[in-house]
């Protein structure tokens, strides 16, 4: 009867549509990034530079999320630093967060920001792994650094990088709802609220946890479809797979 409501239910293909949105979003934007930060990063060449590079970009990554979203709200304000720079083009400052169409990039620019360099740190163990004689043998064929890269340094860290989108793709479905909830606000449900917003406002605020616990179920069972199919393609493509 729960799933059945859930099918039902109006805000079924809003949850759905959202939830995929950002998660795609998501997937195209902030995937590819912690791989651009670790091959500049592996392109450098002074170690006190490399440090505070990484010093840097890790930082965000240990700030609460509490303390991230609460910077975005002060940003994105209609007084915030955002706006005056908007101003100074010649734009409108608005607030940012109560307009439906900006979620969606407030969220992913500032998921990027927050994880690009905690997400390199795995690139960075798999580029240390590489051969040094590769290298020396493509610059003694004349090589330079941009063919280095791509005949080289990106085919090693291949089956890492296909490793990594598996289990993303696993999680496409099971957005966090703490980022979410402390971001969106009715003014922008039609494109903030996702599965997983949508079982905490259920089960935690609407005391409805049949219904809530068999939304999550449905949620888990199409994370695990995901992560099952886009094993089977890597494998069947690529030879690289969870199992």
Not at 4 to 23: E, G
Not at 88 to 109: A, E, K, Q, S
Not at 110 to 118: A, C, K, R, V
Not at 133 to 144: K, M, P, T, W
């Amino acid at each position: 009867d729960n799933f059945r409501k859930f099918w039902d239910s109006m805000y079924r293909n809003r949850v759905f549509f959202n939830t995929l949105k950002i998660s795609f979003s998501t997937l195209i934007f902030g995937f590819p990034a912690p791989i651009i930060l670790a091959l500049l990063i592996n392109e450098l060449r002074s170690k006190i530079f490399t440090k505070s590079v990484q010093t840097i970009t890790y930082l965000p990554h240990f700030i609460s999320l509490v303390v991230v979203c609460g910077m975005i709200k002060d940003f994105t304000t209609e007084t915030g630093i955002i706006n005056d720079i908007i101003k100074v083009f010649g734009g409108t400052p608005t607030t940012m967060l109560n307009n439906p169409r900006y979620f969606v990039p407030i969220y992913v620019i500032s998921d990027i920001w927050q994880g690009i360099g905690w997400g390199s740190i795995i690139y960075l163990a798999a580029l240390s792994g590489i051969d040094a004689e590769l290298y020396e043998a493509a610059r003694i064929d004349g090589a330079g650094r941009w063919r280095q890269t791509l005949s080289i340094t990106i085919p090693s860290i291949i089956p890492t990088i296909i490793t990594m989108l598996l289990l993303r793709v696993g999680q496409m479905m099971n957005i966090g709802y703490e980022k979410i909830i402390l971001l969106y606000n009715p003014l922008t449900y039609e494109t903030a609220d996702v599965i997983s917003s949508f079982v905490y406002r259920e089960g935690l605020q609407n005391f409805q946890y049949s219904y809530s616990t068999a939304v999550g179920l449905l949620n888990s069972v199409i994370n695990f479809i995901l992560v099952f199919g886009a094993n089977m393609m890597s494998k069947k493509f690529n030879d690289t797979s969870l199992w």
